[in-house]
């Protein structure tokens, strides 16, 4: 339980606006190296328009008035131009590495981290 509140606060010094949603999204895109905004529709559930908002908070995009947090990027696929791919950033990557040093970890086949 401690590791999981320790967690939330991370996550909320980088944006003390975050939702669940928004931080469910942002460690799902970590666990395998990189994932499709398709996928994340499928694994987590949550409706297109939830993912597309908090994929642009998450992005260097922003939301409303708010600057992004420039968490991940948003890239074209190049096997299918009509997919994107969503990345940690190198900022991404430091908040992540936060959060993993708290809690128990293994890693896939491709080496990221799995919460």
Same mark, same amino acid.
């Given at each position: 339980m401690r590791e999981i509140v320790e967690s939330l606060r991370i996550f909320k010094d980088v944006n003390p606006d975050a939702t669940v949603a928004c931080m469910l999204l942002?460690?799902? /895109?970590?666990? $395998?190296?990189y994932t499709h905004v398709t996928d994340l529709v499928r694994i987590t559930k949550l409706g297109k328009g939830t993912i597309?908002?908090?994929?642009?908070?998450?992005?260097?995009i922003g939301r409303g008035k708010k600057e992004g947090l &420039?968490? =991940?990027?948003?890239?074209?696929?190049?096997? &299918?131009?009509?997919? @994107? =791919? /969503? @990345?940690?950033?190198? @900022?991404?990557?430091? /908040?992540? $590495? @936060?959060?993993?040093? =708290?809690?128990p970890t293994k890693r896939n086949d491709n080496n990221a981290v799995r919460l």
């Open positions: 942002f460690c799902y /895109v970590q666990r $395998d190296g597309s908002r908090q994929l642009a908070v998450l992005s260097d &420039d968490l =991940i990027r948003l890239l074209e696929d190049p096997a &299918d131009r009509r997919y @994107k =791919i /969503v @990345k940690l950033t190198p @900022k991404g990557q430091e /908040v992540f $590495d @936060k959060l993993a040093s =708290i809690c």
